[in-house]
């Protein structure tokens, strides 16, 4: 006989449980995710936006900080792309979702 339980399942779209799971506690990775947003904050790219109309500023944030990770793992642009596809760590110290497409090579050079 089926049966309701009240157990704690998660949800495919509870990403902070997944997380946990995939990025060891030990990687660089997780260091980055803690400790990059206190270097560079959203606040410090409000000024080359205009407020009402256009993109945010949390894309400029996310864009610094892959061109930070492109430095540190030396990936060219195309590699970087792939990185952000499917390297599930990468993905987490950017913040991204785990289905979020990842992001193009174009988008790194118009950045910089």
């Known amino acids: 006989m089926y049966r309701f339980d009240t157990s704690n399942q998660g949800s495919f779209f509870d990403y902070e449980g997944l997380w946990e799971r995939l990025v060891p506690q030990d990687s660089v ?15 410090d790219f409000s000024g080359l936006y205009c407020e009402d109309n256009g993109r945010p500023s949390h894309y400029a944030l996310r864009m610094t900080l892959a061109c930070l990770l492109q430095q540190m793992l ?19 110290a950017l913040g991204m979702a785990l289905d979020e497409p990842g992001i193009d090579h174009a988008s790194f050079c118009v950045h910089r």
Do not use: C, W
Request: proline share 3%.
């Open 74 to 92: 030396d990936e060219s642009d195309r590699g970087m792309e792939v990185q952000t596809r499917v390297n599930v760590e990468v993905k987490y």
């Open 29 to 43: 990775f997780r260091l980055f995710r803690e400790y990059a947003p206190i270097l560079i904050q959203s606040e």
